[in-house]
Nanobody
Framework: QVQFAESGGGLVQPGGSLRISCTIS????????MAWFRQAPGMLRELVAT???????TYRESAKGRFTISTDAGKNVMYLQMNSLKPEDTGVYYC?????????????WGQGTLVTVSS
């Protein structure tokens, strides 16, 4: 199955920026859709952003205008650029993807990368 390796998290002050990365074990072009999720302590995992095979993007409402999802097909890497970070953005960020032919998210998750927004 597809394997994911997240990196780039850390501690950042409110209003700051951070870019996190996801290295994927197969070609980005072979995936139906890729996505970033996050999970705050004690909370359910929630969808943050998606990018389709055709580079169509979606964002949860609270991330619009602040976050940008992108991919580098040549490197099999997906990025999430996060600007104007808020404390409520704190959480463990995970990447995942919908594969062919099932078009469902992988059942295997990476370790995630922790983003902490605090002064």
């Amino acid at each position: 199955q597809v394997q994911f390796a997240e990196s780039g998290g850390g501690l950042v002050q409110p209003g700051g920026s951070l870019r996190i990365s996801c290295t994927i074990s197969r070609s980005v072009s072979s995936l139906y859709e890729m996505a970033w999720f996050r999970q705050a302590p004690g909370m359910l995992r929630e969808l943050v952003a998606t990018i389709s095979k055709d580079n169509i993007t979606t964002y949860r409402e609270s991330a619009k205008g602040r976050f940008t999802i992108s991919t580098d097909a040549g490197k099999n890497v997906m990025y999430l650029q996060m600007n104007s970070l808020k404390p409520e953005d704190t959480g463990v960020y995970y990447c995942n993807a919908k594969t062919f032919p099932t078009r469902v998210y992988s059942q295997i998750w990476g370790q995630g990368t922790l983003v902490t927004v605090s002064s």
